[in-house]
């Protein structure tokens, strides 16, 4: 589902109007709801273990991974409380255009009172959190993350000194933005453009491209202007090397595949994920296809199981974003389900205890600007697996300074 255009340029053109004529601007946001949206009271167990068996059914006779207490984990029912969007909105969600009167465009986003109004909480109970989105199975799933304290203050410290050095690194893709001479706009979704430089994206992708004249006088379009950003874009091959190397991180990627693969069990049992898609046949294959990296993790202390489990963390490279990217839907094509965690910025000098610096660590938040609500989520306490790929989203302005985000999605 996409934006309607017709809709989007309606709303431009109505806010100019108002401006104008010095009206005071409505803020849509405060007819959406009087109070904070939470996930339901009810709570369903979600059973895990048979489609578990059946999905990894060549290494059920391998006594020493079916015994392993991270498999045994697997096996629980998980406990979870589901949010379809459309439900909150109600009548105020309009299936054609996608709530366009809802999301707010600068500059008359007010992010003091989203942040009041439309924010939607984690459960605060252990329980997983599921958010359905009106278009094309697209999800969010919030899980504890259960890492160690010690790991969360450790991988973060190792990152900070990363943003220390101001590294960047191109991205590429809509998150990166694009640069329209014309406009002098950096983005590419309708929802962060100023009211005179309107852009939409094109159906299928929010992928913007430049028209320009050239010496010819010829009409030409020029994909792909992205800007580069403060990152840290690990390749597979300087992923796996730095997981060699990094006890933490090593166990940040550990409850991240555990998380991945209950958030797969879940999604194909909403009827999500399509039965074809077998998203735990290259966790299944691991031991044959890459056999070195299992036995090198092994090496490293780990068991045959949790060795696997890094091992097929290191399949694809990851982004460690340092600043906020602009409004994008998630574009890559080699994996549906992305995996997110965020973590503060951990300076030298300013660890106090382990307790007290992950308490203080500053959390951060995904915003839904056209579907009008957003997500809270923890620094290094929260894990997010999610499909996007239709749904437009960026983060709050929060990762600019307090905190950065780790992203990656294995085959």
Known sequence: MVTCVTCVEDFQQCRKRENRNGAVVQNFYSSLYKNPRFFPDDTQNVHTKMIIQESLISLQENV?????????ELLLPVRSRVLRIV????EKYNDECCKVEGGGFPPYFDMNHFQKNNFIENPDDGS?????????????????SDIPNEAIVEFSKEETKNIATGMINGRAGAAGGVVNSDTNSHSMSACTQKSTSLMVGRPNSVGMS???QNGHGKATEFKSIYNDLHMNHLSTQTKRD??????????????????????IVIVKSLG?????EDNLKALSNILEDDTATVEQFKKLGHSLFESMLLAWSCTTGEMRNHEAIKAH??????HKIETLTLFGRVWPGEIDSVHNTVKQMKGGALIFPLDGVGVNYRSGRD???????????LPDDSRNLFNWSKVHGPA
Not at 64 to 72: K, T
Not at 87 to 90: A, F, K
Not at 272 to 276: A, K, V
Not at 329 to 334: A, E, L
């Open 242 to 263: 730095n997981a060699y190397d990094s006890v933490s991180m090593r166990q940040v990627l550990l409850r991240e595949m555990v998380t991945r693969i209950k958030t």
């Open 210 to 212: 430049v028209l320009y």
């Open 272 to 276: 999500l994920l399509d039965d074809g």
């Open 329 to 334: 839907k998630d574009g890559n094509k080699s």
């Open 128 to 144: 997983v959190g599921i958010i359905i989105f009106p278009r094309n199975d697209n999800f969010l799933m919030i899980f504890p």
């Open 87 to 90: 439900d909150v909105l109600g």
């Open 64 to 72: 020493e991974i079916v015994s392993d207490s991270l498999y045994l």
């Open 383 to 393: 894990i997010i697996h999610c499909n996007l790929k239709n749904t437009i989203h």
